[in-house]
């Protein structure tokens, strides 16, 4: 997943403005940080300081579903004043 992760964080970042164009997209890569930090935490567990990097990969993990939630909260609070308009 690490691998996969970092891969798409190349191509969000090759992708700035396509991805700049989605409707709140700092909270969207919030979340997407969020949860690349989880991964790089569960391969950093594997090799020092395991308690410490668990608790920050399920934090992270955490933090991650909370800005998706607040991103799709967002997103759709934005597509409905733009149907009443």
Request: proline letters at 0%; charged letters at 20%.
């Amino acid at each position: 997943m690490l691998i996969l992760g970092v891969g798409m964080m190349i191509l969000f970042i090759h992708n700035q403005n396509f991805i700049k164009k989605i409707k709140s997209w700092k909270i969207l890569f919030g979340g997407y940080c969020f949860l690349l930090l989880g991964w790089f935490c569960t391969v950093l567990e594997g090799f020092f300081l395991e308690k410490v990097f668990n608790v920050v990969e399920h934090l992270s993990y955490a933090g991650s579903a909370l800005l998706l939630i607040a991103w799709g909260l967002k997103y759709s609070e934005k597509a409905k004043e733009e149907e009443t308009i």
